[in-house]
């Protein structure tokens, strides 16, 4: 084996131990376009098929989860395309929301922060029962079936109840950072 097959060896096993580590924080921020978690995990098997081909692109000691992310982000759209259907938010939105699960980390991007921003005014201009819809949906991971026995609601209020604020995080998020939706064609 030579010295560059070795290096790129252990490139492979440093990218997919990184991934194993956080697959958690990965297959959440899936989940929050998905909204199935067979289809999260179908989705996350592509992001590791792809980041493990990848893995050479990777710069250890940079931001792994903002590059999982990225690739993340891209199969979900994939898959979403395949499937005829489209996030309800766009994926920076969505991001954004699976990163409420997760300490802040430095990307390096300001644009990103700008945006999470716009998000973080949006989500606090919501009433306390939206965001606890929000928490238990995008934060717990619940199920809208999960969340109806949670508090003691139907699973048709809570459907109704999440879309309603869905649209009202949709209009906010337009109104005051325009570029996050548009990636939502």
């Given at each position: 084996?030579?010295?560059?097959?070795s290096v790129d060896q252990q490139q492979v096993h440093q990218v997919q131990a990184l991934l194993l580590r956080h697959s958690e924080l990965i297959k959440g921020f899936i989940y929050t376009m998905v909204?199935?978690?067979?289809d999260t995990d179908d989705v996350f098997q592509e992001v590791f098929l792809t980041a493990t081909a990848k893995a050479s692109d990777f710069q250890i000691g940079t931001n792994f989860l903002a590059w999982a992310?990225?690739?993340a982000r891209f199969k979900v759209l994939r898959h979403l395309a395949d499937a005829k259907r489209r996030p309800r938010l766009g994926s920076a939105a969505l991001e954004a929301l699976?990163?409420?699960r997760e300490v802040q980390e430095d990307i390096g991007?300001?644009?990103w922060e700008r945006e999470r921003r716009f998000i973080q005014k949006c989500l606090g201009k919501l009433g306390p029962s939206s965001r606890r819809l929000v928490?238990?949906?995008?934060?717990e991971d619940l199920m809208p079936?999960?969340?109806?026995?949670r508090l003691g609601r139907?699973?048709?209020?809570i459907s109704v109840a999440l879309a309603k604020v869905r649209s009202v995080l949709q209009r906010c998020l337009e109104h005051h950072g325009g570029t996050l939706l548009a990636d939502q064609a």
């Open positions: 084996m030579t010295d560059d097959a909204h199935s978690h067979a992310r990225a690739i699976a990163d409420e991007c300001q644009d928490e238990l949906r995008y934060v079936r999960e969340m109806a026995t139907s699973v048709g209020g």
